[in-house]
């Protein structure tokens, strides 16, 4: 089993660290960790050259992403929550993914015919909300080919709890391994 981990957070010991550094030796197989804010990586600058052909024209660090996500099995997004959204180098990374919905839309294709599972991570604190950014994550996961998606995990008060000391996120971290490595067969 192959996972992908898009990472948003740009602190390397921050809460949504501490939540990874306890789910990775959960999972079994192969895992692989992009972290956005430490990648060299364009967003998408909407130029359409994506309609006529597959792939993009933009060449940087997402071509990592582009070779590893079609034999993946299964993509987490992990992100702090920023007003209420997931970070925005997350959001500028994953507006590349337009490549696969122009392949569908325009060209007719599917670029990734494997389907896979996925899962979202998020840590936050202050006023904001989880969902808005719970529901663009699951848009994303699905136009990168997952069918099956986890149910959200997100350590909320992170301003009075940080999430390293979450226990009711960290006792759900081991269902979540489960679930990508498909070990678990129905999303809970």
């Known amino acids: 089993m192959k996972t992908l981990i898009l990472n948003g957070s740009p602190r390397p010991k921050g809460d949504t660290a501490a939540l990874l ?27 359409r050259a994506c309609r006529e052909r ?15 996500l079609p034999e993946c099995d299964s993509v987490l997004i ?4 920023w007003f209420s959204q997931l970070s925005g180098p997350l959001l500028s990374l994953c507006s ?15 670029p990734l015919p494997k389907k896979k599972r996925g ?20 848009i994303i996961l699905r136009e990168i080919g997952c069918r099956d998606i986890y149910p959200l995990l997100c350590s909320h008060r992170t301003d009075e709890l940080p999430a390293g000391e ?22 809970p």
Do not use: H, W
């Open 54 to 68: 597959a792939g993009c024209v933009l060449r940087d660090d997402m071509e990592e992403i582009y070779d590893y």
């Open 96 to 110: 590349r993914f337009q490549t696969y919905f122009s392949a569908r839309r325009f060209r007719g294709e599917e």
């Open 21 to 47: 550094e306890r789910l990775i030796p959960q999972i079994t197989g192969e895992v692989r960790r992009f972290d956005a804010c430490r990648r060299a990586f364009s967003p998408c600058v909407d130029c």
């Open 78 to 81: 992990a992100s702090p929550l």
């Open 166 to 187: 979450d226990e009711a996120v960290i006792a759900a971290l081991p269902g979540l391994a489960a679930f990508l490595e498909g070990r678990g067969e129905n999303v």
């Open 119 to 138: 899962g979202v991570l998020l840590v936050g604190g202050g006023t904001g909300q989880p969902e808005r950014a719970y529901a663009t994550a699951k």
